[in-house]
Nanobody, 126 residues
């Protein structure tokens, strides 16, 4: 299975931007659908965004639609999450994850993912 390592988290003021990266190794990255999830203190891990492995289709949680953009670079085994107009409620640990699922609509389900990164902290101050 693919191994995943996130980077790019940090502290940013509300309204600012961050770009998260996820480096994949040990598997055929282009065969996986990829997702970003986040977990705030005391809350369950929630879906943020997903991108399919084939003709790139994307899906976003309503809370980030229009502000976040997920993308992938299959040639370099990289996944990205561009986060703009950040809000304090975006504060969380962000995880990238890999799924063998084909249908983008199924990629909101946490249990469908087979590999997870260790997470990167994003803190948005008001």
């Amino acid at each position: 299975q693919v191994q995943l390592v996130e980077s790019g988290g940090g502290l940013v003021q509300a309204g600012g931007s961050l770009r998260l990266s996820c480096a994949a190794s040990g598997g055929t990255f282009s065969n996986y659908g990829m997702g970003w999830f986040r977990q705030a203190p005391g809350k369950e891990r929630e879906f943020v965004a997903a991108i399919s492995w084939s003709v790139p289709r994307t899906l976003y949680a309503d809370s980030v639609k229009g502000r976040f953009t997920i993308s992938r670079d299959n040639a370099n085994n990289m996944l990205y999450l561009q986060m703009n107009s950040l809000k304090p409620e975006d504060t969380a640990v962000y995880y990238c994850a890999a799924t063998p699922a084909f249908a983008i609509a199924t990629m909101t389900v946490r249990d469908g993912y087979v590999s997870w990164g260790q997470g990167t902290q994003v803190t948005v101050s008001s």
